[in-house]
């Protein structure tokens, strides 16, 4: 993508630093590593927004932002990727958790029933959450770990193509 595409459709950083929400990270956020389109930021941005995709918990967001700045990856990058988790992608996303933790555990995947309510929050997840936590670990940190190499080799050939089009066009 061009510079100015990033330009029109992002906000500045300046703006983003003086957000009340995250403002409290405050000399960190002035790192360029954080803001500059690369390779590398960028690549370590899809995976921190990829990983905290699958942790289940509300503030995805601020948690992909804070995780950003601890690895010196893209924020703008980061916070959009968690949004491949949403309601319609959730369900299926988080059953296929449990069922890689069920079989880490080697324990029974049970025939429960979601119901969205809090009486079920407190005894049916009861039954559920050992392998489903585990397996939200194993899947956020594979799918992490792949999202890097993928966006790192699609960079490449992307920069790659491109050098080939400007040497063909000098010929």
């Known amino acids: 993508m061009s510079k100015k595409l990033f330009k029109k459709y992002l906000p500045h950083p300046d703006i983003i630093t003086k957000n009340r929400w995250i403002r409290w990270l405050g000399p960190r956020l002035q790192e360029p590593c954080l803001w500059h389109i690369n390779r590398k930021s960028c690549s370590g941005g ?3 927004g990829v990983f905290c995709a699958f942790i289940p918990m509300p503030f995805q967001m601020l948690f992909a932002s804070v995780g950003a700045v601890l690895f ?3 924020i703008l990058v980061a916070v959009p990727v968690v949004w491949i988790s ?10 296929f958790c449990y069922l890689v933790g069920s079989l880490i555990l080697d ?17 049916g997840l009861l039954e559920v959450w050992q392998p489903f936590l585990l397996g939200c670990l194993v899947v956020g940190v594979a799918a992490s770990l792949l999202s890097f190499v993928l966006t790192q080799v699609v960079w490449r050939y992307q920069v790659l193509s491109q050098i080939k089009t400007r040497k063909n066009r000098k010929v």
Not at 86 to 95: A, C, S, V
Not at 110 to 121: A, I, M, P, Q, V
């Open 86 to 95: 949403n309601p319609i992608t959730m369900p299926p996303m988080f059953y």
């Open 107 to 123: 324990s029974n995947i049970g025939g429960f029933e979601f119901e969205l309510s809090f009486n079920w929050l407190l005894t």
């Open 72 to 74: 010196k990856s893209n």
């Open 46 to 48: 899809v995976a921190v």
